[in-house]
């Protein structure tokens, strides 16, 4: 039988929330997923047996801590800060979440760069607050004077600092929250999840200012993204008023265990981002050798393109259908005209990206030299990494 009509239910439901357009991806199966900033490879083998040994002798019948003691004691030793300052979550993005909750309300406004991570607009929308979007300079450098600017204008309760910045790949320079600390008296929320690619961190500061909430995740450099884990940094006070938007019992056991087994283990995820941060290198170099393609520096595990002589949206359904290679298509977002963002996975995904690049931009306006293997040569740092079109 059909449903009744909704309209008297969702009149219920707050405007801002039904304004808002809900966080969604398209995942078709692939052979070559490059779409989400995944790790390129599973855990080891013998740490998935270790996590599900320790995950197994606990009572799966009981409710995890309600404040896993051990592991944010792990946690707050890694960083030099205290356990009171450690609040773990269901992926940093539900931490980020709580954040926000305790701090924005109707009216409210929250500051961030343009373009960034979509979550923290809508999670803004959806609390009533006032998003306020600054562009990001030239090459998507953080504009520092235009984010100060904006806090001060709008008397804004929070500044959402994404660093290195999703989807665009760009670090805050050094001193950058110092400085957004110093010329603001906004709550600033350092939402660090691919740091461990690039960029300098936030976490001394919390030694300075109450200001500073620093969060993680798992998802990225450790390989957990199907386990779910992340965790805040912050001054105990803050830590303990955050808190209370969080749900009880939200990180289950065996992520628990996880988290704990990937500490014990930093050395081997260490490696691995290495190895992610030097393909990185080396497949911006074989980019920036393409016809039409813009390259701009990333410090994270994803490199952002401009298409200058084909359409993006083209690029991307060809990629996917003829190659087999899903990748982020960013292009209809704003200040992101024609970019696609391409995670950085094996070595050989990377490759094959790029033979895949040079068919389909060949076959526009005459195929370029042949030669479909990156260099194994190691990339130069900096600027130099871009384009002779995107060098300022």
């Keep these: 039988m059909p449903l009744p009509d909704a309209s008297a239910a969702l009149a219920l439901i707050k405007a801002s929330v039904r304004t808002q357009a809900a966080y969604s991806l398209e995942q078709p199966v692939t052979a070559r997923k490059l779409n989400q900033n995944e790790a390129p490879a599973d855990l080891p083998e013998a740490l998935k047996h270790e996590i599900l040994a320790r995950a197994g002798a606990l009572p799966w019948h009981r409710y995890p801590a309600f404040v896993p003691a051990h592991l944010t004691r792990i946690i707050a030793a890694r960083h030099g800060w205290m356990a009171e300052g450690v609040l773990v979550g269901n992926g ?8 926000l909750a305790v701090t924005l309300g109707d009216g409210d406004v929250a500051v961030a760069p343009a373009p960034t991570f979509s979550l923290y607009r809508l999670l803004a929308g959806v609390m009533g607050a006032r998003y306020i979007p600054v562009p990001l300079a030239s090459d998507f450098r953080f504009d520092l004077d235009g984010l100060i600017a904006a806090v001060r204008r709008e008397r804004a309760r929070v500044l959402v600092l994404n660093s290195p910045n999703n989807p665009t790949g760009s670090a805050l320079p050094e001193g950058a929250v110092e400085r957004c600390l110093a010329e603001t008296d906004t709550l600033i929320l350092c939402d660090e999840a691919y740091q461990e690619f690039g960029g300098p961190s936030a976490v001394p500061l919390l030694h300075r200012s ?150 389909i931009l060949g076959s526009g306006n005459g195929r370029p030299p042949s030669g479909a293997v990156i260099p194994r040569a190691q990339a130069p740092e900096g600027p130099a990494h871009q384009t002779p079109e995107s060098a300022q």
Excluded: W
Aim: glycine content about 6%; some cysteine; hydrophobic content about 50%.
């Design 92 to 99: 940093s993005n539900e931490v980020i979440q709580a954040a």
């Design 210 to 359: 109450p200001r500073v909430v620093v969060f993680r995740t798992f998802s990225k450099a450790i390989g957990l993204a199907g386990l779910r884990f992340g965790y805040a940094l912050a001054h105990p006070d803050v830590a303990r008023e955050i808190a209370k938007a969080k749900l009880p019992y939200n990180v289950n056991a065996i992520t628990l265990a996880a988290a704990e087994v990937a500490f014990e283990h930093r050395e081997v995820f260490e490696a691995r981002t290495r190895a992610v941060i030097a393909e990185r290198e080396r497949f911006v170099s074989a980019l920036a050798e393409l016809p039409g393609v813009r390259v701009f520096p990333s410090s994270a595990n994803f490199v952002l393109i401009r298409l200058e002589a084909m359409p993006a949206g083209e690029v991307f359904r060809r990629l996917l259908d003829e190659h087999g290679i899903l990748i982020r298509d960013v292009s209809h977002k704003a200040g992101l005209a024609e970019c696609l963002r391409i995670s950085i996975g094996e070595r050989e995904d990377m490759d094959a990206v790029v033979a895949a690049l040079r068919e």
